[in-house]
Structure formats: C-alpha cells, structure tokens
C-alpha cells in the first residue's frame, strides 16, 4: 500500500544516445548572460557583471526525438516567445564548494538544449524587479536532446553553437566565447547549492536570441552533439 495521498508522478528523465538507459532529472540551473555579445545584447556589462543563476522546474524538459521534429506547443499569455540555444550539462555525482579544478569530474554528459522564454514576461518581471518563474520555468520550456556522454567525446570547451529558424541563421558563435567556462559554472554553483546527481546546468546562450511564431521550426546544434528540431504549433 503507497505513503501517498495520490499518485506520485513520474520523474522527469533525458535518454542517453547509444543506449538504452535513462538519465533522471533533479534540478535544471540555468546560467543568465554568460556570452559577451548576448550580454550586451540584453542590457548587461560582460567586464563586470558577476554570474548569476535561475532554475526551470525539472519536469519543463521537453524531449526531442533522435532525428525528429518535436512539436512543441506556443504557450499562453505571450506574444513575444523566444528561443534561446544552450549546452546542457549533467552531473552524475555532486557536492558543495567544489573545486573548480575537480569540477569536470561531476560531469556525466552533455545535450543541445534551448531556454524557451516568453520575453514580455520577462521584461515585466525585470521592471518590476520580480521573479523570473513565469517567464523562464513555462510548462515545456526545456527542449532538450538525448545526453551525449562525457566518456564518448570528452569535455567541450569549444565549438560551434547554432541555431537556425526555418533555415534562417540566427543564433552563431563558439562555446568557447562563454564569460564563464563549465567548470566555473559548477563551481560557482556548488557555493549557492548542494548539487547533486541528476541535476542539469543550462550554461548559456549566445547573441541573436529572437521571436519565434507558430509553425516556424528551429534547428539547434552543438558541434560534437548533433541537432535537435523543434517546431512550434
């Protein structure tokens, strides 16, 4: 007989790629304004803006399948839906006040991810100096690729992060243009947080991020990661 009032549900999980095992989703953190250009592009000063961070809820992944076009819905009370290309990180092991030297150690895997956001909310919450949850943490704001393990392709510092609307180039530059690299990332992190196994790190996105309307399909890819489509209806 279940503990539980109701039905637990189920945990949120992101398919492995070669495999057919399961990585469980704890918590989703996500880096803002960690691209120079994109820094700007928001408002911001790369030269001395300090890192910060925000979370989507964990069931916001939104899976997209291997060589597929996932549909994914426009949501409600916005009118300016954005995309916004990232590399995922998963951590299979955590801890607190992790050394940045050690940090790559806690990385299982990686995906191409995008940071769905509804941008008018946004730009309210901003004004009103509110928080960001109904802007950032949407139902289904977390498309998201199969995991690509670490063991397979190493740790990426580098290469190129693209992403394309209805062929149309939008997003282009190098992960190696990130303000603040992976293992900072985790490190800088881990002093907020107890991190933990599961949980996946957003690690920013770059300039160009834009409008997205129904019907239009977008095309992200990470060089070593492949590509995820996405349309939205």
Same mark, same amino acid.
């Given at each position: 007989?279940?503990?539980?009032?109701?039905?637990?549900?189920?945990?949120?999980?992101?398919?492995?790629?070669?495999?057919?095992?399961?990585?469980?989703?704890?918590?989703?953190?996500?880096?803002?304004?960690?691209?120079?250009?994109?820094?700007?592009?928001?408002?911001?000063?790369?030269?001395?803006?300090?890192?910060?961070?925000?979370?989507?809820?964990?069931?916001?992944?939104?899976?997209?399948?291997?060589?597929?076009?996932?549909?994914?819905?426009?949501?409600?009370?916005?009118?300016?839906?954005?995309?916004?290309?990232?590399?995922?990180?998963?951590?299979?092991?955590?801890?607190?006040?992790?050394?940045?030297?050690?940090?790559?150690?806690?990385?299982?895997?990686?995906?191409?991810?995008?940071?769905?956001?509804?941008?008018?909310?946004?730009?309210?919450?901003?004004?009103?100096?509110? $928080?960001?949850? =109904?802007? *950032?943490?949407?139902?289904?704001?977390?498309?998201? &690729?199969?995991?690509?393990?670490?063991? @397979? #392709?190493?740790?990426?510092?580098?290469?190129?992060?693209?992403?394309?609307?209805?062929?149309?180039?939008?997003?282009?530059?190098?992960?190696?243009?990130?303000?603040?690299?992976?293992?900072?990332?985790?490190?800088?992190?881990?002093?907020?947080?107890?991190?933990?196994?599961?949980?996946?790190?957003?690690?920013?996105? $770059?300039?160009? =991020?834009? *409008?997205?309307?129904?019907?239009?399909?977008?095309? &992200?890819?990470?060089?070593?990661?492949? @590509? #995820?489509?996405?349309?939205?209806?």
């Amino acid at each position: 007989m279940s503990d539980y009032v109701i039905a637990p549900p189920p945990r949120a999980a992101i398919p492995v790629r070669g495999s057919s095992k399961l990585f469980p989703v704890r918590r989703i953190y996500c880096i803002g304004r960690n691209y120079a250009a994109h820094t700007r592009e928001m408002g911001g000063d790369p030269t001395r803006d300090p890192p910060f961070f925000f979370q989507k809820a964990s069931d916001a992944v939104d899976l997209v399948p291997e060589g597929g076009v996932l549909n994914h819905p426009y949501p409600p009370m916005t009118s300016n839906y954005h995309f916004e290309i990232e590399m995922a990180v998963a951590l299979s092991k955590g801890g607190e006040n992790i050394a940045e030297t050690d940090a790559l150690n806690h990385v299982f895997g990686y995906a191409v991810a995008l940071d769905m956001t509804r941008r008018d909310l946004q730009d309210e919450a901003k004004k009103l100096a509110r $928080p960001w949850e =109904v802007a *950032k943490s949407g139902d289904r704001s977390a498309p998201i &690729g199969a995991l690509v393990p670490a063991s @397979e #392709i190493g740790h990426l510092s580098q290469g190129a992060i693209r992403l394309a609307v209805d062929g149309v180039m939008k997003q282009n530059a190098n992960l190696a243009d990130m303000i603040w690299s992976v293992p900072e990332q985790i490190a800088i992190l881990s002093r907020y947080y107890k991190l933990e196994a599961g949980d996946i790190i957003l690690s920013g996105t $770059p300039e160009g =991020v834009g *409008k997205v309307e129904r019907g239009q399909t977008m095309t &992200g890819s990470i060089e070593g990661l492949g @590509e #995820i489509k996405v349309k939205v209806v």
